[in-house]
């Protein structure tokens, strides 16, 4: 699942893992508000096109969940697939996974870690690429749709997404991510 505040969508890619917690604000024709509350991302910025982006930020990200870390624990996605490295706590993953990009094409690729996790518990990466870090709650109108996710079909639902908050009188306020 992807979010993307406020001008956002999530997509459902299947029940993989553990959702990230929210809220339904109000509920409309095709796309609700929801409040996410604060949460904790690891996270990578890579180079390169849309496409590329997510796959060239997995593998850290995947290498952070899967015990790159100092305490060699594994952040494990819930069923079907389960990482569980010997000797070490196991910890359910909640998607999303979220993408961003700056006007330079730098995109921030970020897996959305369990609610349990702080600061202060969640495994400290050894990869200087991946960075942990706490995002505040935000409100968010999301869409759902299923599919791959490229960057066409991205900024159609984007599209179809921002003119149906122009048709309830909403406006987004915060560029998108996916």
């Excluded at 196991?90 to 600061?119: C, H, K, N, R, Y």
Aim: glycine share 6%; hydrophobic share 40%; charged share 15%.
């Amino acid at each position: 699942m992807r979010v993307c505040p406020p001008t956002g969508r999530v997509v459902k890619v299947g029940l993989v893992t553990d959702e990230q917690p929210y809220d339904v604000l109000s509920t409309h024709r095709s796309f609700e508000v929801r409040r996410y509350p604060a949460h904790l991302v690891a996270e990578v910025e890579v180079t390169g096109s849309f496409d590329g982006a997510g796959n060239t930020a997995f593998s850290a990200l995947f290498g952070y969940i899967s015990g790159d870390n100092q305490t060699s624990a594994s952040i494990a996605m819930t069923s079907p697939v389960v990482q569980q490295a010997t000797a070490s706590e196991s910890i359910a993953m909640t998607s999303p996974v979220v993408q961003t990009v700056t006007a330079d094409g730098t995109f921030t690729v970020a897996f959305v870690l369990p609610e349990t996790m702080t600061l202060e518990n969640a495994p400290t990466p050894t990869n200087p690429d991946v960075q942990v870090r706490d995002v505040p709650g935000r409100i968010a109108a999301a869409v759902t749709y299923a599919g791959y996710d490229s960057e066409a079909l991205h900024n159609q639902h984007l599209a179809d997404l921002l003119a149906a908050l122009a048709a309830a009188s909403w406006s987004a306020s915060v560029e998108c991510c996916w």
